[in-house]
């Protein structure tokens, strides 16, 4: 699931019908290389170094595009910033409360498509963020 070809990102937005312009293989293929929920702003850091014609708003509007088309996944954690996931098979997330880093974890096992809910209340999906410290937090945090 990572490390796809080039063609094959190509493909990817062709099938989805975004035209597939330089920096929206870049940026789909930034996504798919770093799976740890980046944000427009870390993506655009990343990215500008490598292609210092690249905008802010052109990583903004890709990014969008890729929603719209639902190539990726937004994931809201509270913290004000949209985090950007291109892994769209259900699953929980882990964030550190230290580094902020968020990781894709298993979805632990519940009643996800019956939770109980009351009556004539219909559910669309379960988001579950795990919140706590990652193993070099913890580690640094016992001194
Ligand atoms: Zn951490
Ligand atoms: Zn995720």
């Not at 312009?21 to 798919?32: A, E, G, N, S």
């Not at 990215?47 to 802010?56: A, G, I, T, Y």
């Not at 910033?81 to 894709?104: G, M, P, T």
Request: hydrophobic share 40%.
């Amino acid at each position: 699931m990572t490390n796809l070809a080039k063609d094959e990102i190509i493909k990817r937005l062709q099938q989805a019908g975004i035209k597939p312009t330089t920096q929206r293989v870049m940026i789909l293929d930034y996504l798919l290389r770093n799976l740890d929920h980046p944000s427009s702003e870390k993506i655009f850091q990343d990215l500008h170094s490598q292609d210092s014609v690249l905008s802010k708003a052109t990583v903004y509007n890709t990014v969008n595009i890729l929603l719209d088309k639902g190539l990726v996944a937004v994931l809201e954690t509270g913290d004000e910033v949209a985090h950007y996931d291109v892994e769209l098979h259900e699953h929980a997330h882990f964030q550190c409360h230290s580094c902020r880093k968020i990781w894709n974890v298993a979805l632990p096992d519940m009643e996800v498509n019956n939770p109980s809910l009351p009556e004539g209340f219909i559910s669309t999906g379960v988001q579950v963020l795990v919140k706590g410290y990652c193993v070099d937090c913890a580690n640094s945090l016992q001194v």
